[in-house]
């Protein structure tokens, strides 16, 4: 600082005003002397920062604070505040209005702190650049006045918890606005209109709750970057998209946007990334032209329909996935690993590839052994044949590979030994045959490997004993391969035959004759095409041996009973008999088995087997420990001492709390993605006609998947999702009622958005803890739960409905959200309903809001022991008695549960 300061400083007014009082001529010569000695701040900005220092929680400082680091002053004198540079430095609770008397200050810089409160007003900061108070814990809405400031450069406030639209007055900032980023609040309202924006570089309002058409970026001729994503934006993307040749990336997936080709990608010569899953894009993806720097390209969860197959230029990709697509043809060629390949100094190279849920067919091609720095293939999914090259395993960066679901046959090849970084390989459901090899026990890595359903004649028992692996290869026949054997019928049979050739033929014979039998048992009635290779047909003998002859009966429904069992590889299932009364019928019976080996996704309950002899129609499922959602929203909790009685349990398990809000919203976001899955990944779609909290199962760590699909249709093969919303089946009402559409209960008339109907019963049961069909609910004359949750919401009481269970441990946004969602699910009209993908997008962000207000809490929840309130327990027990009359309610249940 310079220290021949004088009264020329005189332009800053408050100095110039003592100077010019002339009595006050001695106090100026003064203070001039002081300030020779030593810069200061001006008094009003210092009193300003002790403000923000005691609001805020500045950080402390001892004499002039403009010597701290995170602070810049101007040179004058007195001096006056610059820049706050305070991002990540723990400043808490709400910025003060005191913040606007910082007058010359142009950068504000308090990203990543927990400021909460609203932004205000700071219309007087004129020269401020840069206000970043990005993920922080703002609330309310924008503050207008931030869209008058003329010199404004940079807005960043993403991650908060803004809400309201975004002003108006930002279509005012013609000159100087190059980066808007308000990601993931909870704005509301249209897109901004940014034309007139004419600097803009970064636009990012991706995340909210934006409505409205797609943003007109014809003026913006300086954009690089647009992320729309997550929002609910419809309409056309504009032509104009193509006309920013400096666009770099975009961001677009997860919107409303009406279906039609992808824009003409082949004019964006700049585009380096595009994001555009879930946009209803259609027909062919272009070839790329002359672009020459593209390094993602992401569209799952399209329409498209084909693909180029020469991608050999496009040196620069680096993440290629068209994942749930309807893609037909061959796979394509990919750019191979060059040295030459780079971009800004970067060497780029193809490190992730998703070709999975589409229809593939023909080969892997062996050139893709050149992808020398790809980490993860999926091509699961698709109808893909032939052996499986070796040059694969030259992919010796490859983490994940993904096979499943093909019609891959032949050996795995012994190439596979080079796959050192390899985790996770999943090859279930192909045809591929010859003993396992043993290669997989010295891949250190691997710690996931799929094998079931395929030909494997062995698997070493070693490797299936490995300790450290998660390892499944159902379908195996003779369990292990003897290692020694296996050499020696390589070296020649000769010399073990002369001795044991008549005793090997008499088994073979014997072993013949019995899968002979037990097919013609278990295959009654079906013919060939009826027996899915995946579901495995068990004789009678071999259902009683498993269930140790019925034994224990773990649920009961109408078509019959549900027993355990235990398979001889030691596999826990779930026996499903059908009751002689049974109004299933054969036709369901093999509808059931048929879909089930048709479907495989992680959400849906999966199929083992089946046995039909005579009258006797069983299925055998996976085993779901921990029963339905159902049971533990709706059956009184019990005292957590009786848990060691789980997994005798069964369906009924005894361990049932009542699921705090995070595990319910888990346990619907799961479900909503096995219903996705059938609606929208299986051609023709399937209708599931039983979607019921009954139907949600869960596996021993909560984990949901649906069953029952024993009543599901297919959809006729729709043209488009519209008109699979409008026309739909016409076809015997069946369903459980309290979670039936009345669109279709009324018009017969069967569309996904049945399903979507009935999912949303299920949301309102977690949200309210109710059963759908309660024959009478608190103060109310309502016969339905949708009924009794719109009097609330009308009423404004939506509290009154929430399960006191929850003890408002949830996050209010991420309720109302789901609470939104359901509601739009029970529209009476099928077409204006949210489809599943919209559904589970907004159960994500619920979680995610769930998720942050927990880790923002938990701290505070961790020191903090939440008093049993007497009040709370009263409340409950009231709530709890109208809720299940059952007799074994256990008083204070709810406080035994520890808190989170
Ligand atoms: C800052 O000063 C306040 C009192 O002025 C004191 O309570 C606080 O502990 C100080 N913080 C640090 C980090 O020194
Ligand atoms: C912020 O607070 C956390 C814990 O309270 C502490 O670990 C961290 O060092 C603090 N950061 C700064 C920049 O003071
Ligand atoms: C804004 O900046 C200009 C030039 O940097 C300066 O002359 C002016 O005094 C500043 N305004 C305020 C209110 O400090
Ligand atoms: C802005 O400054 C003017 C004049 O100094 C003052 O009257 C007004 O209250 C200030 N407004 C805000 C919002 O700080
Ligand atoms: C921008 O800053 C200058 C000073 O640097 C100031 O004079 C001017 O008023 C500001 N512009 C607007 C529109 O506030
Ligand atoms: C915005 O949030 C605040 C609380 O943070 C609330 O008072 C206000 O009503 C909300 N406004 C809108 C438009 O949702
Ligand atoms: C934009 O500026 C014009 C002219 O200055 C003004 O009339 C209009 O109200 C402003 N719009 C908003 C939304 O601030
Ligand atoms: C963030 O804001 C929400 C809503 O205003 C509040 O409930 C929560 O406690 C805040 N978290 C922190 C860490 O300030």
Same mark, same amino acid.
């Given at each position: 600082m310079s220290s021949s300061i004088e009264c020329r400083y005189s332009k800053v007014r408050w100095n110039s005003k003592l100077c010019h009082l002339s009595r006050m001529v001695f106090i100026c010569f003064f203070l001039a002397q002081i300030l020779n000695a030593d810069a200061a701040l001006s008094a009003d900005e210092g009193n300003v920062l002790q403000i923000l220092q005691e609001t805020i929680l500045l950080p402390n400082w001892t004499g002039n604070p403009c010597d701290e680091a995170w602070i810049n002053c101007s040179s004058t004198n007195p001096q006056h505040v610059l820049q706050l540079n305070l991002a990540g430095k723990n400043l808490t609770g709400a910025i003060p209005p005191d913040i606007s008397r910082l007058r010359g200050i142009s950068i504000i810089d308090f990203n990543n702190n927990q400021l909460n409160g609203s932004i205000p007003d700071i219309r007087n900061l004129t020269n401020l650049t840069k206000l970043w108070i990005g993920t922080n814990n703002l609330t309310g809405e924008i503050h207008e006045s931030i869209f008058h400031l003329g010199n404004l450069t940079e807005i960043d406030l993403r991650n908060n918890q803004l809400n309201g639209t975004i002003p108006k007055a930002l279509e005012n900032m013609t000159r100087t606005i190059t980066y808007i980023n308000v990601k993931s609040n909870l704005l509301v309202g249209s897109a901004p209109n940014i034309s007139a924006l004419v600097n803009l570089q970064q636009l990012d309002i991706s995340s909210n709750g934006l409505t409205g058409p797609f943003p007109d970026i014809t003026f913006n001729k300086q954009l690089i970057g647009l992320s729309l994503a997550n929002n609910f934006l419809r309409g056309p993307v504009p032509p104009s998209v193509i006309q920013n040749p400096k666009l770099n990336w975009i961001f677009m997936s997860n919107n409303s946007l009406d279906p039609g080709p992808l824009f003409d990608i082949t004019q964006l010569t700049g585009l380096r990334t595009l994001s555009a899953g879930r946009s209803r894009f259609q027909g062919a993806i272009p070839s790329l032209g002359n672009n020459t720097v593209l390094t993602e390209f992401t569209v799952p969860v399209n329409n498209f329909s084909s693909i180029p197959l020469d991608w050999r230029n496009v040196t620069s990709l680096t993440i290629l996935n068209v994942a749930s697509n309807i893609i037909t043809g061959n796979l394509p060629m990919l750019p191979e690993y060059s040295t030459q390949t780079s971009i800004f100094g970067l060497r780029l190279a193809l490190q992730k590839i998703d070709f999975s849920n589409n229809s593939f067919t023909g080969v892997i091609p062996k050139s893709w052994g050149g992808l020398s720095f790809l980490e993860e293939m999926n091509l699961a999914y698709n109808r893909l044949e032939g052996p499986i090259p070796p040059e694969i395993g030259r992919l010796n960066q490859l983490k994940t590979l993904n096979l499943s679901n093909?019609?891959?046959?032949?050996?795995?090849?012994?190439?596979?030994?080079?796959?050192?970084?390899?985790?996770?390989?999943?090859?279930?459901?192909?045809?591929?045959?010859?003993?396992?090899?043993?290669?997989?026990?010295?891949?250190?890595?691997?710690?996931?490997?799929?094998?079931?359903?395929?030909?494997?004649?062995?698997?070493?028992?070693?490797?299936?004993?490995?300790?450290?692996?998660?390892?499944?290869?159902?379908?195996?026949?003779?369990?292990?391969?003897?290692?020694?054997?296996?050499?020696?019928?390589?070296? =020649?049979?000769?010399?073990?035959?002369?001795? =044991?050739?008549?005793?090997?033929?008499?088994?073979?014979?014997?072993?013949?004759?019995?899968?002979?039998?037990?097919?013609?048992?278990?295959?009654?009635?079906?013919?060939?095409?009826?027996?899915?290779?995946?579901?495995?047909?068990?004789?009678?003998?071999?259902?009683?041996?498993?269930?140790?002859?019925?034994?224990?009966?773990?649920?009961?429904?109408?078509?019959?009973?549900? /027993?355990?069992?235990?398979?001889?590889?030691?596999?826990?299932?779930?026996?499903?008999?059908?009751?002689?009364?049974?109004?299933?019928?054969?036709?369901?019976?093999?509808?059931?088995?048929?879909?089930?080996?048709?479907?495989?996704?992680?959400?849906?309950?999966?199929?083992?087997? /089946?046995?039909?002899?005579?009258?006797?129609?069983?299925?055998?499922?996976?085993?779901?420990?921990?029963?339905?959602?159902?049971?533990?929203?709706?059956?009184?909790?019990?005292?957590?001492?009786?848990?060691?009685?789980?997994?005798?349990?069964?369906?009924?398990?005894?361990?049932?709390?009542?699921?705090?809000?995070?595990?319910?919203?888990?346990?619907?976001?799961?479900?909503?993605?096995?219903?996705? /899955?059938?609606?929208?990944?299986?051609?023709?779609?399937?209708?599931?006609?039983?979607?019921?909290?009954?139907?949600?199962?869960?596996?021993?760590?909560?984990?949901?998947?649906?069953?029952?699909?024993?009543?599901s249709k297919q959809a006729y093969e729709p043209d488009t999702?519209?008109?699979?919303?409008?026309?739909?089946?016409?076809?015997?009402?069946?369903?459980?009622?309290?979670?039936?559409?009345?669109?279709?209960?009324?018009?017969?008339?069967?569309?996904?958005?049945?399903?979507?109907?009935?999912?949303?019963?299920?949301?309102?049961?977690?949200?309210?803890?109710?059963?759908?069909?309660?024959?009478?609910?608190?103060?109310?004359?309502?016969?339905?739960?949708?009924?009794?949750?719109?009097?609330?919401?009308?009423?404004?009481?939506?509290?009154?409905?929430?399960?006191p269970r929850l003890r408002d441990e949830y996050s209010e946004e991420g309720m109302l959200m789901v609470v939104n969602v359901a509601m739009k699910c029970l529209l009476p009209n099928g077409v204006g309903r949210p489809d599943m993908g919209d559904i589970v997008y907004t159960l994500l962000q619920a979680l995610q809001r769930e998720k942050e207000s927990r880790t923002r809490t938990s701290e505070i929840l961790d020191e903090i022991t939440i008093p049993a309130s007497a009040q709370l327990t009263g409340q409950h027990n009231v709530e709890h008695s109208v809720l299940s009359p059952v007799s074994s309610v256990q008083p204070n249940s709810s406080l035994t549960m520890s808190p989170r």
């Open positions: 093909n019609q891959f046959s032949g050996r795995i090849p012994d190439d596979f030994r080079y796959l050192s970084k390899l985790q996770i390989l999943d090859l279930r459901n192909n045809q591929l045959t010859g003993p396992v090899p043993d290669l997989f026990n010295n891949l250190s890595s691997l710690h996931s490997l799929y094998l079931d359903n395929n030909s494997f004649s062995c698997i070493p028992k070693t490797l299936a004993m490995k300790q450290g692996i998660n390892i499944t290869f159902q379908g195996i026949r003779s369990a292990y391969c003897d290692n020694g054997q296996e050499s020696l019928s390589r070296g =020649g049979i000769i010399g073990v035959a002369v001795g =044991g050739f008549c005793a090997f033929i008499a088994i073979l014979a014997l072993m013949f004759l019995i899968v002979r039998r037990k097919r013609k048992i278990c295959s009654h009635q079906l013919s060939k095409e009826d027996m899915p290779k995946s579901a495995k047909a068990f004789s009678i003998k071999e259902i009683k041996t498993m269930t140790e002859n019925f034994k224990q009966p773990v649920g009961k429904g109408g078509f019959g009973s549900v /027993y355990y069992g235990k398979l001889p590889n030691g596999k826990e299932v779930a026996v499903k008999v059908k009751a002689a009364d049974s109004k299933q019928g054969v036709k369901e019976f093999l509808n059931e088995v048929q879909l089930l080996s048709r479907v495989h996704h992680k959400n849906l309950v999966p199929l083992i087997g /089946y046995c039909l002899d005579g009258q006797e129609q069983i299925l055998v499922y996976e085993y779901m420990s921990q029963g339905a959602l159902h049971d533990h929203l709706h059956h009184p909790p019990e005292s957590s001492s009786t848990s060691t009685r789980q997994g005798a349990g069964g369906f009924v398990s005894s361990r049932h709390c009542s699921l705090d809000w995070k595990t319910r919203l888990d346990i619907v976001l799961n479900a909503a993605r096995g219903l996705e /899955y059938l609606h929208k990944d299986c051609k023709p779609p399937v209708i599931h006609r039983d979607v019921k909290s009954s139907n949600v199962l869960l596996t021993e760590k909560l984990q949901a998947k649906f069953g029952d699909l024993g009543i999702d519209e008109t699979m919303n409008t026309t739909g089946i016409s076809t015997a009402v069946q369903g459980t009622w309290g979670y039936m559409d009345p669109e279709y209960f009324t018009r017969h008339k069967l569309t996904v958005k049945s399903d979507v109907f009935s999912f949303g019963v299920i949301l309102l049961e977690i949200i309210t803890g109710k059963r759908a069909q309660t024959q009478k609910f608190p103060d109310s004359e309502a016969v339905t739960l949708k009924q009794w949750v719109e009097e609330a919401l009308e009423e404004n009481k939506l509290k009154s409905v929430i399960d």
